[in-house]
């Protein structure tokens, strides 16, 4: 149970069992000295998280005081806070290295993880065009094959919640060796609970042993030995992202009746001939498409940017919202058959993808399911 409303229940029955004792007085009269507004604000007024600020009876919840009542329509046991993580732009990820043994965990592997988790912030901050942000603080996670049933990223992020919080949206898991499993890099996805993205929803929290913060497990088969920290990074991104994307319309086609068409043939990136509005095109696949003389487009290969998300994926993240972001504007859709003859064939718009999918809303209660996806990379950006 969510320990705000724990609290809240505890306090509760305290007070209804008439057990406010002496020594709970003195308790809130230290609590007091420590912070002037314990147990003062009154319902509807604003708190702080976590500081005890509400009156008995009463609990924070979105930096305002609440009944417990309220609270819990808002869904049990983790799930209370999907409409305040609907538009989070705030994450925190864990960086784990599994082995197979001690003597893999190398001091040039550990410092070339620390390079890949130090970089991947600034990463995210550019992709995201810093309206959402990342704290990798936490420090390198090991665990070795020893201490595992199998490799599966369940089983290492259960065996990594038996000594570490469960504080984290993402775990990004590196393997010493290629070897150490035939997983390829990919996305474990624990929860889905935002509608309007084209995925259905889903929760195996207590499969991966969180109780509903984690959203998905990153595995990073070769990350350690690709040429640069940065294209380490930009594989994060890319994997990390498909927790909203791309999953909205269909795959590419000419038939009228398919409405979006932004898809790849494996309708889990977007088309190339979706135009990206940077020069190095953008993760998951959209081109920068430059004109031919004749009509036709080829794709830009200058790229001197850092890797961008592109609008629609912003928007799918809940970044670019209606107050920050014009939804009628529209981004070609070309039909790159042909790839350096590519011809104009549409234009789709953000308010387009809501025609098809529906509004981006969150739900509170998705109950535990047991089956989930896991995104495999098999294009580079
Ligand atoms: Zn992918």
Not at 348 to 362: H, L, W
Request: overall charge negative.
């Amino acid at each position: 149970m969510n320990s705000k409303i724990l609290t809240a229940l505890v306090v509760i029955l305290m007070l209804s069992l008439g057990c406010v004792n002496s020594a709970q007085e003195t308790a809130e009269t230290q609590s007091r000295e420590q912070n002037p507004l314990f147990h003062t604000v009154p319902e509807g007024s604003a708190c702080v998280d976590a500081r005890g600020d509400c009156l008995p009876g009463l609990t924070c919840v979105n930096a305002v005081c609440q009944k417990p009542d309220n609270v819990q329509t808002a869904g049990p046991i983790g799930t209370s806070s999907n409409q305040e993580r609907c538009r989070q732009n705030q994450f925190k990820m864990a960086f784990v290295l599994v082995a197979d043994n001690n003597q893999q965990i190398t001091p040039e592997r550990m410092q070339r993880l620390q390079a890949i988790k130090d970089v991947f912030p600034e990463t995210f901050s550019a992709a995201t065009f810093n309206l959402a942000s990342v704290d990798t603080a936490y420090p390198i996670v090991t665990i070795t094959g020893d201490q595992l049933d199998d490799r599966a990223p369940e089983t290492i992020a259960k065996k990594f919640y038996e000594s570490n919080p469960d504080d984290f949206d993402f775990i990004s898991i590196f393997p010493a060796a290629p070897e150490f499993s035939n997983l390829a890099t990919s996305n474990s996805q624990v929860q889905s609970f935002i509608q309007g993205l084209g995925k259905s929803l889903f929760n195996r929290s207590s499969q991966f042993g969180s109780s509903g913060k984690l959203l998905s497990v990153g595995y990073y088969r070769d990350s350690l030995s690709v040429p640069t920290t940065e294209s380490s990074a930009v594989q994060i991104l890319h994997e990390a992202g498909h927790q909203w994307c791309c999953y909205v319309g269909e795959r590419f086609s000419t038939d009228p009746a398919v409405q979006l068409g932004i898809l790849d043939d494996i309708e889990i990136h977007f088309y190339s001939g979706l135009s990206s509005p940077y020069s190095c095109g953008a993760i998951y696949g959209p081109s920068y498409w430059m004109p031919n003389a004749d009509g036709t487009y080829n794709q830009s290969k200058e790229c001197a940017e850092s890797r961008k998300y592109h609008p629609f994926t912003l928007y799918l993240m809940g970044l670019y919202t209606r107050e920050n972001y014009d939804f009628d504007k529209k981004f070609q859709l070309l039909n790159a058959t042909y790839n350096d003859q590519a011809v104009p064939f549409k234009e789709i718009s953000i308010n387009d993808i809501i025609a098809v999918e529906g509004e981006r809303t969150c739900v509170n209660v998705v109950p535990e399911t047991s089956v989930g996806p896991t995104v495999s990379t098999f294009i580079a950006d």
